[in-house]
């Protein structure tokens, strides 16, 4: 549906040149919603606003529906209005002075799609999927943050785009209601079945609508997967973080294929790691870890000895900070087990070699 193609764009500010997106190649899928992860700054935005055609990029190429909508090589750069590209922004940006039924005709209208403003029904079907039928005649200023949103998606969806663009839309969102419209876009993308990329930096978010998503950093696509694929094998350090291995430990060679906690109480740890690196890191989640009992002898997996610094009581369980070495580790306790500790006390951990991510 969409191909994007050696995608450079760079900004001068300042004197200074930012590679704001910097050789990023992907494509979705018809029916495919793929979401980029990264934290901001990572060029997320820029991305959609090259596809969009609001950005005009210095190189590579864009082919929506086979047709090449940009190409820096030959010069192709379709104005926003002929890409058919349906968008939904962060900030709902609805036009203050409109009702909401002029809202959501409005890309009728830039578009020029007469027939259907005439008819009224593609307002109607897109307000009925995002349920705000029955304030169609109310002004934005008279809505909830959660409806002007919907009331955006509405917007998005109205013109029948090739394709929809969603940047951050459930950012000003309070919890619940963050929630509430991440459901229904779940639901809207399951049976309108419409293609797009969705920018989040949530992995949550990412995880719940995302078929497959893209980690970008620093303007570059760093892995593309599956939700499965990335949270199971995520390539890179960079990757592990974003799908919570925050934990990481250092190792070091300890002699004859052994490794040594570096800085820790020196037990060996058995990794091949085909002696092809002199240092491993280890990432893991803090839900994967054990709390094991002074005795345990018979552990398949890596065993650390350390005190409590902190604990955090968030209802399920407890975030426990544990010092073991010269590492910091988080690590959720059940909410039995966490009561009986506090700071200073000496607590035995475990983690399963399958449960971490080894990186050289
Ligand atoms: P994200 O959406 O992931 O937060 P952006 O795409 O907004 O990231 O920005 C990527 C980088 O490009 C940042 O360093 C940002 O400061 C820079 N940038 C974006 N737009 C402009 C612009 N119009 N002028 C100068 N720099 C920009
Ligand atoms: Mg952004």
Not at 131 to 159: H, I, K, N, T
Not at 160 to 173: H, I, Q, T, V
Request: charged share 20%; proline share 5%; aromatic share 6%.
């Amino acid at each position: 549906m969409l191909a994007v193609e050696g995608l450079e764009k760079s900004f001068s500010a300042k004197g200074d040149v930012v590679r704001a997106v910097d050789d990023v190649t992907f494509d979705v899928a018809d029916g495919e919603l793929l979401v980029l992860l990264g934290p901001s700054g990572c060029g997320k935005t820029t991305v959609l606003r090259c596809i969009a055609g609001h950005e005009t990029a210095q190189g590579g190429s864009i082919r929506l529906a086979g047709e090449p909508v940009f190409d820096a090589a030959r010069g192709v750069d379709l104005p926003p209005e002929r890409r058919r590209i349906g968008m939904v922004f962060q900030n709902y940006a609805l036009w203050p002075h409109l009702t909401v039924q002029r809202n959501i005709e409005f890309p009728l209208r830039a578009q020029k799609m007469k027939a259907e403003l005439a008819a009224g029904d593609a307002v109607q079907q897109a307000a009925g999927l995002v349920d705000c039928v029955p304030y169609l005649q109310r002004f934005p200023s008279e809505l909830s943050g959660g409806q002007q949103q919907r009331v955006a998606l509405a917007r998005g969806l109205v013109a029948g785009p090739r394709f929809m663009l969603f940047d951050e839309p459930l950012s000003n969102l309070d919890a619940l209601l963050r929630a509430q419209v991440r459901h229904d876009l779940h639901e809207l993308h399951r049976t309108v079945g419409f293609s797009g990329i969705y920018v989040t930096h949530d992995q949550s978010e990412a995880f719940a609508l995302g078929d497959r998503l893209a980690i970008m950093r620093a303007g570059r696509v760093e892995q593309i997967g599956t939700p499965q694929e990335i949270y199971g094998r995520p390539l890179t350090e960079y990757a592990a973080n974003f799908v919570g291995l925050s934990n990481r430990l250092e190792l070091e060679p300890g002699g004859a294929g052994a490794w040594t906690l570096r800085g820790g109480p020196g037990r060996e740890v058995p990794v091949d790691a085909g002696g092809a690196c002199d240092a491993l890191t280890l990432r893991f989640r803090p839900h994967d870890v054990d709390l094991l009992p002074g005795t345990t002898t018979d552990y398949d997996g890596l065993v650390l000895e350390g005190r409590v610094a902190d604990s955090v009581y968030e209802g399920r369980h407890y975030d426990v900070s544990v010092t073991a070495g010269s590492a910091t580790l988080n690590v959720h306790v059940a909410a039995a087990e966490g009561a009986r500790l506090g700071p200073g006390d000496p607590v035995r951990i475990g983690l399963r070699w399958h449960d971490g991510s080894w990186f050289g």
